[in-house]
């Protein structure tokens, strides 16, 4: 079978569905190949009794316009994360509470964590949103990682394990494997630290109503039978100024464009005949995906909103490193999403179902005491396992990946053009960086068509 459109579209993530749904918009035949028996990609829901989690990418906040508006479009409507009351904090084998942002650590502490993070948000804001590999010194930047630079600017220990939580939840990886000009073209794509990691006033202000993994679920309905599920890319032949063949297990789907909406590290599975050019060849070899997993435990009621806590919490011992109430109504059920990253993702995914169900558990009850070991409902999600995401939240770019290959990660090469939340200027590795690449790469092909 070939089937013909404008514009294939390969991959039914966020950035792929934008891609289509911008270009069926200006009036182009399009159509959309996804690996999966699913839309949504990196967006994923699952049924724990009554309660629907969302698996991956869940929460949006302030700044993050684009996601916003596709949701409004869309009629997905939003709800405040819970985040009332004390946050906890277990920290050296001690736990302690403490209102507001500020966790409850010794004052020379939190001087070096202040000191360090102006220093690093002083950084970043000299780094180009979308083209880090213009700024300043950005060679010396992007020769070591962030737990070097941690260390070469005398960071104290509890700074370290911090910014190793922040690491763990933002990148699913350690700050020893992140190039420091990654760490700092991220966090200035969200416009610093406090719009990317708070709740109150940050990304983590709301999730969708229905679970994000609608706003995907809502483009495929638009975008009806240009969807093929179960249609992986197998083979891209190409020649510039002649379209494309992107050949399927259903098929081979003809066009005059191709937007490839997969994780760079993806772009390897695909064979491209003839192949990319090297710098593209090569960059999907050292653009890996990260380690982020969560566990969700589900109870009859919120229990410790009633002891005026929060839900969020932080902790320098795995698996469980932060945690949020995700839960709607205060009368219950009551839901706690815990985050389990880098170092402590890979030991954790590599034990039996029993053992994570334990482990995480275990890491619950520390927090919040006996009755979080029993909960009504479990569930754990390890990204790293899933064939057509190869892990995440997103890309856990190592040194020296964007200064060699950065300009080459979203330019096209004749009729291929690149799509992907990793590709995208602000709020990369982000659902809003999605729907920006998505948007992006339909602007190239509509302008190219
Ligand atoms: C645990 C976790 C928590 C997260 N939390 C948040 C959050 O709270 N807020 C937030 O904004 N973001 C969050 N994210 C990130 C967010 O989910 C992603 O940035 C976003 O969904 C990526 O969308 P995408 O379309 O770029 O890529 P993807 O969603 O990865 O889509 C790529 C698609 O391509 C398909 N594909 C792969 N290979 C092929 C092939 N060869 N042929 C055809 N199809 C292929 C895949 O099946 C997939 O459907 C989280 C992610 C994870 C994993």
New binding site residues.
């Given amino acids: 079978m070939t089937l013909r459109a404008d514009v294939v579209v390969?991959?039914?993530?966020?950035?792929?569905?934008v891609a289509a749904r911008e270009l069926v918009a200006a009036g182009h035949d399009v159509l959309v190949?996804?690996?999966?028996d699913r839309?949504?990609?990196?967006?994923r829901s699952r049924r724990i009794g009554e309660v629907t989690v969302q698996?991956?990418?869940?929460?949006?906040g302030p700044g993050?316009d684009r996601?916003r508006r596709l949701a409004r479009e869309l009629g997905v409507t939003t709800v405040p994360t819970h985040h009332t009351g004390r946050q906890l904090l277990r920290w050296r084998g001690r736990l302690r509470s403490y209102p507001g942002l500020i966790p409850r650590l010794a004052p020379l502490a939190l001087l070096d964590l202040d000191r360090t993070m102006r220093q690093f948000e002083w950084l970043a804001h000299r780094v180009p949103p979308g083209r880090p590999w213009l700024a300043p010194r950005a060679h010396r930047l992007d020769a070591g990682t962030l737990e070097s630079w941690l260390r070469s600017i005398g960071a104290g220990r509890t700074t370290r394990e911090l910014m190793a939580v922040v690491a763990r939840a933002s990148w699913g990886c350690e700050p020893g494997e992140l190039s420091l000009l990654h760490a700092l073209h991220h966090v200035r794509g969200c416009g610093g630290f406090s719009p990317m990691l708070d709740t109150v006033g940050g990304?983590?202000r709301e999730h969708f109503a229905p679970g994000?993994h609608t706003l995907a679920e809502r483009l495929a309905e638009e975008l009806g039978d240009r969807v093929l599920l179960n249609?992986?890319?197998?083979r891209v032949t190409w020649r510039r100024g002649e379209g494309v063949t992107v050949h399927?297990p259903r098929g081979d789907l003809g066009g005059r464009r191709v937007v490839v909406?997969?994780?760079p590290a993806?772009r390897r599975?695909?064979v491209f005949a003839p192949t990319l050019p090297p710098r593209h060849e090569q960059l999907a070899q050292r653009w890996p995906q990260g380690v982020?997993?969560?566990v969700y435990a589900v109870y009859e009621r919120p229990f410790w909103r009633a002891r005026g806590l929060s839900g969020q919490t932080l902790a320098d011992t795995g698996p469980v490193s932060s945690t949020f109430d995700v839960g709607r109504d205060p009368l219950g059920p009551g839901i706690l999403l815990g985050?389990v990253g880098g170092d402590h993702a890979r030991a954790f995914f590599g034990l039996p179902a029993a053992e994570r169900r334990r482990a995480a558990l275990g890491a619950l009850r520390a927090l919040f005491g006996p009755e979080a070991g029993r909960p009504v409902g479990y569930t754990d999600?390890c990204?790293g396992a899933e064939p057509?995401?190869g892990g995440?939240?997103?890309a856990a770019v190592p040194p020296g990946a964007w200064t060699r290959y950065g300009p080459w990660l979203a330019s096209p090469v004749g009729p291929l053009h690149w799509?992907?939340?990793?590709t995208a200027d602000r709020?990369g590795?982000?659902?809003?960086?999605?729907v920006r690449?998505?948007e992006r790469a339909a602007v190239e092909v509509r302008a190219a068509l």
């Fill in positions: 390969v991959g039914a993530g966020l950035a792929g569905l190949a996804e690996a999966g839309v949504g990609g990196r967006t698996l991956g990418g869940t929460f949006v993050q996601v990304a983590q994000a249609a992986p890319a197998l399927t909406a997969v994780p993806l599975t695909i982020l997993g969560k985050f999600h990204w057509f995401s995440g939240p997103t799509a992907g939340s990793e709020w590795g982000f659902m809003d960086g999605a690449s998505g």
